[in-house]
């Protein structure tokens, strides 16, 4: 645990303090005496002692690097001038190695002019080569170009890390775009279920108001229905836009008496529904009680709209593993549609019922039976222990 929050902590630093080990050990090892002269060599010049300008020479490659991913191609072209300085004077330390380090840095850092970059420091090391055959070096064409080549690997590197880095930087886009989408059409399906339920109990109450004028007390009792229903509307869009919250964890609690309230929402509608329930919730079936509210839910809305006034019977299980509901609904041979139709055609009401409870895990089907009647059946896993 321990070294875990010490690698966050690290990791929250500035790149430039955590750089700043790698430039202080190319110093120290650099300057130790036992190290001196055993560094990276080009050519085959003499080794040189070292003196005050070698201290300067390895400060030029070494301190550079703490700004190696900031300002790479600075940290480059400061760290090449003090390698052409240590190869010509001959002192050949260890901080040599730090070329390497800054051209991998460049091929993943560098943002612009890399290609300009390549063509320079591919100038500049022609240049040095002639320089140091002219001192007499000594080291052949092929010599000159097998180090080149290492330049180049090193150089290479850093691109194919910058790329691989891309790459998986879309690839979290795109997952990111997938579970966006997929999270879209979830609260689509919610604003759904929600707004088809209540407006629909809304719509029939508020026609049935138009035959109670010549019974006050009835009417008042209708519009005040009609009132509470869009105030449930309201609550439950609320909930929706809560969902809309980056920190809301899941879906609210279903509250105990919310499927019984829905069951007399639509007898007040005019719709006679029969409820049984059997067993108690378990504690663990959140989004179980949860999928089992929307069912219960969008048949009713159905039955309100494609059969008012046919019985439907609504029945709910709770075991110890899953639970069970069925809702049937009488058809309505008056108007001939069918009481599985979602409102409006949109097919997402029972499409998405099927979808919530197959990702549980259950099943589900809604279909109509040979007597006529439609059935709507569900079982879902509760996540209880067996």
């Not at 070329?99 to 993943?108: D, I, P, Y």
């Not at 138009?210 to 009417?219: D, G, I, Q, S, V």
């Not at 197959?358 to 009647?373: I, K, N, Q, T, V």
Request: proline fraction near 4%.
């Amino acid at each position: 645990m321990n070294e875990k929050l010490l690698l966050e902590r690290w990791r929250k630093l500035d790149v430039t303090v955590r750089d700043l080990p790698l430039a202080l050990v190319l110093v120290v090892g650099s300057l130790l005496p036992s190290s001196q002269g055993h560094g990276t060599q080009l050519g085959n010049l003499p080794a040189r002692p070292f003196d005050a300008l070698t201290v300067v020479v390895v400060l030029m490659q070494s301190l550079p690097l703490l700004g190696r991913r900031k300002w790479p191609l600075a940290c480059l072209a400061v760290v090449s001038l003090g390698f052409s300085v240590d190869q010509v004077r001959g002192y050949h330390s260890l901080a040599g190695t730090a070329l390497a380090v800054a051209l991998f840095s460049a091929g993943a850092y560098q943002e612009r002019h890399r290609r300009s970059t390549v063509v320079l420091l591919s100038a500049a090391y022609v240049v040095l080569a002639v320089r140091l055959d002219q001192l007499g070096s000594g080291e052949q064409v092929g010599g000159f170009v097998q180090f080149y080549l290492l330049l180049v690997l090193a150089w290479g590197a850093g691109v194919w890390w910058r790329f691989t880095r891309a790459t998986e930087a879309r690839s979290r886009r795109a997952e990111a775009a997938v579970a966006l989408a997929a999270e879209r059409t979830r609260i689509a399906g919610e604003l759904h279920d929600v707004v088809t339920h209540h407006v629909t109990a809304m719509v029939v109450q508020t026609e049935a108001a138009h035959y109670l004028t010549a019974a006050p007390e009835k009417l008042t009792a209708t519009l005040t229905e009609v009132a509470e229903t869009g105030r449930r509307a309201i609550s439950d869009l609320r909930h929706l836009l809560d969902l809309l919250d980056p920190e809301h964890g899941s879906e609210g609690p279903v509250r105990p008496g919310e499927v019984e309230a829905l069951v007399e929402q639509a007898r007040r509608a005019g719709q006679p529904v029969e409820f049984v329930q059997e067993g108690k919730a378990a504690v663990s079936s959140g989004s179980a009680e949860f999928v089992t509210y929307r069912i219960v839910q969008e048949t009713l809305t159905n039955a309100l709209k494609h059969a008012r006034g046919s019985a439907t019977a609504v029945s709910v299980q709770h075991r110890p593993q899953d639970i069970t509901v069925e809702v049937r609904t009488r058809a309505a041979a008056a108007t001939g549609e069918s009481v599985g139709e979602t409102v409006g055609g949109s097919g997402r009401g029972l499409a998405g019922l099927r979808e919530r409870v197959a990702l549980l895990g259950g099943e589900f089907s809604a279909r109509r039976c040979p007597d006529g009647d439609f059935v709507v059946r569900a079982r879902i896993p509760s996540g209880a222990p067996s």
